[in-house]
């Protein structure tokens, strides 16, 4: 199964800030590597498709990069609403597997 | 809007079954890949089975395989996860997840719609 590694693990910040989570997979999964972003209590929601694309509806704060085994999530602009815990997450092989989740915190 | 509905969860005993359903409404259940995902309260997402709109492809975590068994009826819009000889490390909330394609393949799956969630205990 396909590792993926995410960091930081949780991390605090304030609004208004730019932040970035990494996520590394264990072996080369192209572009493959979506990100999602949970609320307490709530369901995920889907943010990024193919390392870089914008789920619609999701505002362009919120930014995808990378390819192969390292990529990144990038939150330029923090609003109150994004203090939630992200996940990346590869279809690039079943079984599907997901990061072990960042807590994003206010500072 | 898309929905998807989960029922079903509740507490069980270990070595006993039990079977989530899920409900589709605000798209067309029959055109697209399901799957369900399942979180240990507090903890991280695992990904437990997928199934194509025509249930030709089917797919399963090697922690289930053999004791799930994922179906859908596409004329009542609903997806099932038949849950056999269940263990306490099986508790969870289950999602129900629908994918943005039709096919079970995973270079195609992205899970775009979630549903609230059916938590499951098994316990003694």
């Known amino acids: 199964d396909i590792k993926l590694t995410q960091s930081p693990s949780s991390l605090s910040a304030s609004v208004g800030d730019r932040v970035t989570i990494t996520c590394r997979a264990s072996q080369n999964i192209n572009s493959y590597l979506n990100w999602f972003q949970q609320k307490p209590g709530k369901a995920p929601t889907f943010l990024i498709y193919?390392?870089?694309g914008l789920q619609s509806g999701v505002p362009s704060r919120f930014s995808g990069s990378g390819s192969g085994t390292d990529f990144t999530l990038t939150i330029t602009g923090l609003q109150s609403e994004d203090f939630a815990t992200y996940f990346c997450q590869q279809n690039f092989i079943i079984p599907i597997t997901f990061g072990q989740g960042t807590r994003l915190e206010i500072k | 809007e898309v929905q998807l509905v989960e029922s079903g969860g509740g507490f069980v005993q270990p070595g006993r079954s039990l079977r989530l359903s899920c409900e589709g409404y605000g798209f067309t259940f029959a055109e697209f890949a399901m799957h369900w995902v399942r979180q240990v309260p507090g903890k991280g997402l695992e990904w437990v089975s997928g199934i194509s709109w025509n249930s030709a492809g089917i797919g399963y975590a090697d922690s289930v395989k053999g004791r799930f068994t994922v179906s859908r009826d596409n004329a009542k819009g609903s997806l099932y996860l038949h849950m056999s000889s269940l263990t306490p490390e099986d508790t969870a909330v289950y999602y129900c997840?629908?994918?943005?394609?039709?096919?079970?393949?995973?270079?195609?799956?992205?899970?775009?719609?979630w549903g609230q969630g059916s938590l499951v205990t098994v316990s003694s």
């Open positions: 193919g390392a870089s």
């Open positions: 997840v629908k994918d943005s394609s039709p096919v079970f393949i995973a270079v195609t799956a992205s899970l775009d719609f």
